[in-house]
């Protein structure tokens, strides 16, 4: 089955920097690459996603870059604020899988003030 | 307001006591999911429905049943409930069974079994 695997698991940045978080999959087969974001106590929540035919998307201060050749896929974040403290979560689906996401294990990212 | 929505938020409860999760959705989606979410082990899929009386397992199915006797309810059920089924819950749905549908997530559920 499909593996996704994300790094790293912990990252601190200072206000005003940039943020980047990677992921891995492992099914070749895999079409749609979300990420989701998980403020503390609260439920997952779809920030920016991907689909397969595209090399790269931006919203605003968020951006997620996909290379299909390598199978990887990574999550920007710009300028960030104390607001953008929280866990990151990428996942995957497969093509003809339904619609199964396959999570990374979550990058908690702390901005400092 | 479109939502998905679990119940109980909160619960501990002890080895062996049957229990009931259950989860519901206002959005006439297709298809839904139960997960699993443990730390440094990201969320895992129990099981998923793509249709009333359609569901099969996910990648942690053991100890777990679920029905789809209607579209909009996905309950969970717990019929003897062990310590390492302690966890948080989320239940999530979406449209359609299209690999590239956004999943909605619920609030998640909290279990304790002690």
């Known amino acids: 089955g499909e593996n996704v695997e994300q790094h790293p698991s912990t990252l601190s940045v200072q206000e005003g920097d940039s943020a980047v978080i990677k992921c891995t999959y492992s099914d070749s087969a895999s079409n749609y690459f979300p990420w989701y974001k998980q403020e503390l106590g609260k439920r997952p929540q779809l920030i920016i996603d991907i689909r397969s035919n595209v090399g790269e998307k931006k919203d605003q201060r968020i951006a997620v870059t996909l290379n299909k050749t390598a199978k990887h896929f990574s999550l920007h974040i710009t300028e960030t604020q104390p607001e953008d403290s929280a866990v990151y979560f990428c996942?995957?689906?497969?093509?003809?899988?339904?619609?199964?996401?396959?999570f990374g294990t979550g990058t908690q990212l702390k901005v400092e003030l | 307001e479109a939502q998905v929505t679990q119940n109980p938020r909160y619960l501990i409860t002890v080895t062996g006591k049957k229990l009931t999760v259950t989860c519901s959705q206002n959005?006439?989606?297709?298809?839904m999911s139960w997960y699993r979410q443990d730390p440094g082990l990201g969320l895992r899929q129990i099981y998923y429905s793509m249709n009333v009386e359609v569901t099969d397992k996910g990648d942690v199915p053991e100890g777990y049943k679920v029905s789809r006797k209607e579209k909009r309810n996905f309950p969970l059920i717990l019929e003897s409930p062990s310590p390492n089924q302690t966890s948080l819950y989320f239940c999530?749905?979406?449209?359609?069974?299209?690999?590239?549908?956004?999943?909605?997530f619920g609030p998640g559920t909290r279990l304790t079994v002690l």
């Open positions: 996942a995957a689906t497969l093509t003809g899988g339904g619609n199964k996401l396959t």
């Open positions: 959005m006439n989606h297709e298809y």
């Open positions: 999530a749905s979406s449209l359609s069974t299209s690999s590239t549908d956004t999943q909605y």
